[in-house]
C-alpha cells in the first residue's frame, strides 16, 4: 500500500480564495483523522470520521472550515475564505478504528495564505 | 483536557550515547500511547504504540515504557546514530469513543552528532 496520500503537497494562495486539502486514506482503514500543524500550537485534531460518519468536529476553528467524506477512500478539507493565520501544515491519517489501532500519517500539505 | 507535555524541548548528543526522552500526561483515563517520529518538512512516521495495559514495547534499538498511573512514558533510544536525528512527538488516545483521537506532547527535538 502507498500509504495515506494527500494532495497537494504544497499551496500558496491568496487572501479571501477557496482551498481544498485532498486525503487517500490507506485501503481498508475505517477512521480518518485530519490534523492542523503550527508553531505555536503543535498539532491539533480538526475532525474525525468514522465509517465516512464524521464524529467529532469539534476542532474545527471555524465556519470557514468544512470536511467530507464521500467515500471510504477519499475525503477532503476546505477553507472558504482563506486567512492569512490559516497558513499550517495540514496532516490527513487513518487507521482500523478503534482506540487500539494505531494512525498512519500523510506527507502534510503545506499551507501558505499571504 | 488533556494535556501532554513532552521535555526536553530539544536535545544534541554525541552518537553512540543512550538517551531519554520524556512525556507527561495530565489524564490518566488513556487507551494507548503512541511515538511518533518526524523529520524537517515530512509526516509522521508511527514508532511504537503501547495499550493502556501494557507497561512497554520495544522495536529495535527504541524502547517505550509506560507508567499510566503516573501519567508518564520514556522513549529510550539506544546507541544513538546520526540517523536519529529528528522531532519525537508523543500522543494519547482517550479511554472514550470509538477511534483514535489522538492529543499531541509539543515535541522533543533531537540532534545527534557525530
Known amino acids: 500500500d502507498a500509504g495515506v496520500i494527500q494532495s497537494p503537497r504544497h499551496e500558496v494562495t491568496e487572501m479571501g480564495q477557496e482551498v481544498t486539502l485532498r486525503c487517500k486514506p490507506i485501503s481498508g482503514h475505517n477512521s480518518l483523522f485530519w490534523y492542523r500543524q503550527t508553531m505555536m500550537r503543535g498539532l491539533e485534531l480538526l475532525i474525525y470520521?468514522?465509517?465516512?460518519?464524521?464524529?467529532?468536529d469539534s476542532g474545527m476553528p471555524e465556519d470557514r472550515f468544512s470536511a467530507k467524506m464521500p467515500n471510504a477512500s477519499f475525503s477532503t478539507l476546505k477553507i472558504q475564505p482563506s486567512e492569512p493565520r490559516d497558513s499550517a501544515v495540514y496532516f490527513c491519517?487513518?487507521?482500523?478504528?478503534?482506540?487500539?489501532?494505531?494512525?498512519?500519517f500523510g506527507q502534510g500539505t503545506r499551507l501558505t495564505v499571504v | 483536557k488533556q494535556e501532554v507535555t513532552q521535555i526536553p524541548a530539544a536535545l544534541s548528543v554525541p552518537e553512540g550515547e543512550n538517551l531519554v526522552l520524556n512525556c507527561s500526561f495530565t489524564?490518566?483515563?488513556?487507551?494507548?500511547l503512541q511515538w511518533f517520529r518526524q523529520d524537517p518538512g515530512k509526516g509522521l512516521t508511527s514508532l511504537l504504540l503501547i495499550q493502556s495495559s501494557q507497561r512497554e514495547q520495544t522495536s529495535g534499538r527504541l524502547n517505550a515504557s509506560l507508567d499510566k498511573s503516573s501519567g508518564r512514558s520514556t522513549l529510550y533510544i539506544a546507541a544513538s546514530q546520526p540517523g536519529d536525528s529528528a522531532t519525537y512527538l508523543c500522543a494519547v488516545s482517550p479511554n472514550t469513543g470509538t477511534a483514535s483521537k489522538l492529543t499531541f506532547g509539543t515535541g522533543t527535538r533531537l540532534q545527534v552528532t557525530l
Open positions: 489524564d490518566s483515563a488513556i487507551y494507548n
Open positions: 491519517a487513518s487507521s482500523l478504528g478503534g482506540p487500539r489501532f494505531e494512525a498512519f
Open positions: 470520521f468514522n465509517n465516512n460518519v464524521p464524529i467529532d
